[in-house]
């Protein structure tokens, strides 16, 4: 059974840092795409970052360009999302995301769907106060 778990999210001040991290088991995703997402209160998920499946080519929303770094650490099959200079607009609970298909190849939109991908963890939230 596959399972996503986050990690990391907390209270933090506009300007400061974190690093999320989602740890998968009951599977291997080193070849798979996997990506970031967030949920405001009263918003629809968005998509927020995601990496093919090599590792070659990220996509990022462009409120996040620059700021937000998505990795992954295949030994520990753990994707990370570093943050950085954050904003009260980036508070939201954050989903990891992973496509159930080895070494897919996507047109660019469908790195930013939710539909691309198959297994989701159960959030962890991040705090930006002003």
């Known amino acids: 059974q596959v399972q996503l778990v986050e990690s990391g999210g907390g209270l933090v001040q506009t300007g400061d840092s974190l690093r999320l991290s989602c740890v998968a088991s009951?599977?291997?995703?080193?070849?798979?795409?996997m990506g970031w997402f967030r949920q405001a209160p009263g918003k629809s998920r968005e998509f927020v970052a995601s990496?093919?499946?090599?590792?070659?080519?990220?996509y990022y929303r462009d409120s996040v360009k620059g700021r937000f770094t998505i990795s992954r650490d295949n030994a520990k099959n753990t994707l990370y999302l570093q943050m950085s200079s954050l904003k009260p607009e980036d508070t939201a609970v954050y989903y990891c995301?992973?496509?159930?298909?080895?070494?897919?190849?996507?047109?660019?939109?469908?790195?930013?769907?939710?539909?691309?991908?198959?297994?989701w963890g159960q959030g962890t939230q991040v705090t930006v106060s002003a």
């Open positions: 990496l093919s499946w090599s590792g070659e080519y990220t």
């Open positions: 995301a992973a496509d159930k298909n080895r070494r897919r190849t996507y047109t660019g939109p469908n790195y930013y769907s939710r539909s691309t991908y198959d297994y």
């Open positions: 009951g599977g291997t995703f080193s070849e798979n795409v």
